[in-house]
């Protein structure tokens, strides 16, 4: 089992910023992609970034420019971190891992944190 325990979230004024982080404990290893996603009230939840074990990144398109996903392999935790906020990010934030171990592969979401951008 993992659990994963997200922080950072808050209330910012457009154009300001924020990190998020996500912690995960528990049985680490094997650990794949780690994500952010985010869910606005009455809206569908959507990928924001994801970052794999090597490396790579993807961003949704709304957040290219702004956004920096990134992780510390060393703490178990991935990082986002938010510039020029809008208020359409206001959202809740949640990180997502996939682990595999052997050829079975497990998934888990943190508890979620809320972003709210507004003046």
């Not at 325990?5 to 912690?23: D, M, T, W, Y």
């Not at 794949?32 to 939840?45: S, V």
Request: proline share 3%.
């Amino acid at each position: 089992q993992v659990r994963l325990v997200e922080s950072g979230g808050g209330l910012v004024q457009p154009g300001g910023s924020l990190r998020l982080s996500c912690a995960a404990s528990g049985i680490i290893f094997g650990i794949n992609t780690m994500d952010w996603y985010r869910q606005a009230p009455g809206k569908e939840r959507e990928l924001v970034a994801t970052i794999t074990s090597s490396n790579s990144i993807n961003y949704a398109d709304s957040v290219k420019g702004r956004f920096t996903i990134s992780r510390d392999n060393a703490k178990n935790t991935v990082y986002l971190q938010m510039n020029s906020l809008k208020p359409e990010d206001t959202a809740v934030y949640y990180c997502h891992i996939e682990q595999q171990i052997f050829s079975q592969l497990y998934y888990y979401w943190g508890q979620g944190t809320q972003v709210t951008v507004s003046s």
